[in-house]
């Protein structure tokens, strides 16, 4: 197995309340060109919140006096979530300490709670003398004599120089210092390898933020570039940056503020980081000597009370299997089945069918999840931006109906039909789950060169997954978009070209809430294109 691959963005913490043992390990990991944030622990050398993003720690378990284990687990944790965003993301805690201790039990068994909201993915121990060797530390006593020689040569003669000096060295024999041993980096990367075989795919993540961080170090670079360094290197640059950002801006580059101004310009350098980003990872060799995917044998898990509960996935055969605590099921006559739903039925009991039922449906819900992160920004900023989707309010249910029939099939949908009494087959309370949306599809050139009048709205909807039947069929809709979580619920995305329209945005009270959520690039360009490609339809005439 390869190497783990050292996060080099800055992501990696070292806290030991001794600063001596400390700095031997920074110094290491500084030759390999791993930067770190180094902490002694004490409460008033903590930051006041979480600074940066974590993605492994070194924490010295030695960092208080005598107390109870719990009671010290309880101090390690509380530093932790001083140094740690909430929102982090995974990380690998490094136990690390001069002599074994029982304590590390007790603060392994706490950082692993559940309730714990800076749980590691996976907790290691480490011995710091494992690669650290404990030396006379010579160069404190070189630094004296230096001193001495420097300061006291003038006033001493050299018998009584020679005289302190042997004071001091007797005085200093029992001062000693921490020295890497040889390899000693190899031997903790080593360490971590062996350790990280059943966590392996979160160094996809680390490799990713890596290639990120020289990407953006290559941009960077280029842009600088453009002017010598020479003293007019700072007003050249500003020239260059004034350039970049007219290229977002056209003409209105004149009536935005500095910041508008600044934005303008960072957009122009996103624009190159992406390619420069998959130059990287299209460059990147030997992923799979670190993260192993057994692409033949896929396993979703989950424990309930105790029982460990596991979907097989065969992906060449897409069929699927179950098995519980490492048994085949259903017990005495193991089967693969296409239909997943088919596993909720294996259990041998009302208990374990139910566990079954809520594999298969977290199993499911993966799927919109994903596509939910690929495809839209859940919290986008309110600002009047293309992407944009808003909720339309306001409308009565009897024109709900009526809206509805642009989009499902008037003869077969259940929308529109009426039990023998006369009642609608659909509730109005069910119908109330369907979201009436708009879209902005107004061009950013548009907004960012002072060309915007009125906002260019596409009319859809948000049709909870369960409803998303006997729809119209035609290029006039837009139905590419994946099942999505909002809020909470799955929905499918419909929108109608047909309903294409201009508004005024100040004089439209749905429009100038925060929206809904906004659609990522990709996708947005992928609906420009469908919906030109409709407005440009051109037909012929021709007799029959």
């Known amino acids: 197995m390869a190497d783990f691959q050292l996060p080099s963005d800055g992501s990696v913490i070292v806290i030991d309340d001794k600063i001596s043992e400390a700095i031997p390990l920074i110094k290491l990991l500084s030759k390999k060109g791993i930067a770190t944030t180094y902490y002694s622990g004490k409460d008033t050398e903590l930051p006041l919140q979480p600074l940066q993003k974590i993605r492994l720690a070194f924490v010295d378990i030695q960092l208080f006096g005598p107390s ?65 060797s ?47 041993i040889d390899n000693a980096l190899s031997l903790i990367t080593a360490a971590l390898n062996d350790n990280l075989k059943k966590a392996n795919a979160f160094h996809l993540f680390t490799l990713w933020e890596n290639l990120i961080n020289k990407a953006s170090g290559e941009i960077v670079k280029d842009y600088s570039s453009l002017h010598i360094n020479d003293k007019y290197w700072e007003s050249n640059l500003k020239y260059s940056i004034y350039r970049m950002s007219k290229a977002q801006l056209g ?153 509805l029939k642009n989009y499902f099939d008037n003869e077969k949908s259940a929308v529109f039909k009426k039990t023998a009494a006369g009642q609608n087959q659909i509730s109005t309370s069910e119908l109330n789950k369907i979201l009436f949306i708009e879209l902005e599809v107004t061009p950013l050139c548009d907004y960012v060169q002072d060309k915007w009048r009125k906002s260019r709205l596409l009319p859809g909807v948000l049709i909870p997954e369960n409803l998303f039947v006997d729809l119209q069929s035609s290029d006039s809709f837009y139905t590419q978009i994946p099942i999505l979580r909002i809020s909470g619920v ?37 609906i420009l294109s469908r919906l030109s490609s409709h407005i440009s339809r051109i037909g012929i005439a021709y007799i029959e």
């Open 490 to 526: 799955c929905y499918k995305a419909m929108f109608d070209f047909r309903l294409l329209k201009s508004v005024e945005i100040q004089k439209n009270k749905d429009l100038i809430q925060p929206p809904l959520f906004r659609v990522r690039s990709e996708l947005f360009a992928d």
């Open 68 to 132: 109870d284990p719990h009671s010290y687990a309880q101090n390690i944790l509380r530093i932790l979530e001083n140094v740690i965003p909430i929102d982090n993301g995974p990380y690998i805690l490094v136990l690390w300490s001069t002599v074994e201790t029982m304590h590390a039990d007790t603060i392994e068994q706490s950082v692993n709670a559940q309730n714990f909201s800076r749980r590691p993915i996976i907790v290691l121990r480490l011995e710091k003398s494992s690669f650290f």
């Open 134 to 180: 404990t030396e006379y530390d010579s160069d404190l006593k070189e630094d004296i004599f230096e001193e001495i020689d420097n300061s006291l040569s003038a006033r001493f003669a050299n018998d009584d120089l020679d005289a302190i000096k042997g004071v001091i060295e007797n005085t200093l024999k029992s001062h000693t210092k921490k020295i890497a």
């Open 251 to 403: 003409k209105t580059i004149n009536k935005v503020s500095e910041d508008e101004l600044l934005n303008n310009a960072l957009k122009t350098m996103n624009s190159s980081f992406l390619d420069a980003l998959e130059n990287k990872v299209a460059n990147t060799s030997n992923i799979s000597g670190t993260i192993k995917i057994e692409k033949n044998n896929i396993f979703y898990s989950k424990e309930f009370n105790s029982v460990e509960y596991k979907i097989k996935l065969r992906p060449y055969a897409d069929k699927y299997s179950l098995l519980i605590n490492g048994n085949k099921m259903p017990q005495g006559n193991p089967k693969e089945v296409k239909n997943i739903m088919s596993l909720t039925g294996w259990g041998g009991s009302p208990a374990n069918n139910a566990n079954i039922k809520n594999l298969v449906s977290e199993y499911l819900s993966i799927t919109p999840d994903i596509n939910t992160r690929l495809l839209v920004d859940i919290a986008p900023v309110n600002t009047i931006q293309p992407g944009n989707v808003f909720i339309r309010t306001g409308i009565h249910w009897k024109r709900r109906r009526n809206l």
